[in-house]
Nanobody, 123 residues
Framework: VQLQAFGGGLVQAGGSLRLSCAASGRSVSRYAMGWFRQAPGKEREFVAAISWSGASTFYTDSVKGRFTISKDNGQTTVNLQMNSLQPEDTAVYYC?????????????????WGLGTQVTVSS
C-alpha cells in the first residue's frame, strides 16, 4: 500500500485547508485510514480516523468541531477538511492506513504511513 498526501500549505489563523491522501495497492479500499501530525519538538499525535466504509469516524478532542475526515473515490482517498485553524495546528500531517478501524489514537493500529505534508498556520 502506498499513500501520497497533498494539500498542505500556509494559512492565517482562522483559515481553512483541505488535505487529501490517495491510497494505492491491493484491497486498499477496505482499509481504515487516518491522520496523525507532528509539530517541531513534539511527539507525533493522532488527529482523526475513519473506517473503510466511511461510516465511522473518530477525532482527537482538540480538533472536534473544526476538522472533518471523509473518504471518496471508491474509498481510496481520505480527506481532512480543516477549518478555524490555529497556530497550534502547525505540524507535518501524515496519512495512515490500517486493516482494522478503531476508535483509538494508537498509532500501532496503522500498517502504512505516507511521507507527510506541512501545514503552517500563522498568527
Amino acid at each position: 500500500v502506498q499513500l501520497q498526501a497533498f494539500g498542505g500549505g500556509l494559512v492565517q489563523a482562522g483559515g481553512s485547508l483541505r488535505l487529501s491522501c490517495a491510497a494505492s495497492g491491493r484491497s486498499v479500499s477496505r482499509y481504515a485510514m487516518g491522520w496523525f501530525r507532528q509539530a517541531p519538538g513534539k511527539e507525533r499525535e493522532f488527529v482523526a480516523a475513519i473506517s473503510w466504509s466511511g461510516a465511522s469516524t473518530f477525532y482527537t478532542d482538540s480538533v472536534k468541531g473544526r476538522f472533518t475526515i471523509s473518504k471518496d473515490n471508491g474509498q481510496t482517498t481520505v480527506n481532512l477538511q480543516m477549518n478555524s485553524l490555529q497556530p497550534e495546528d502547525t505540524a507535518v500531517y501524515y496519512c495512515t492506513a490500517g486493516r482494522y478501524y478503531s476508535s483509538s489514537s494508537y498509532a500501532g493500529n496503522y500498517d502504512y504511513w505516507g511521507l507527510g505534508t506541512q501545514v503552517t498556520v500563522s498568527s
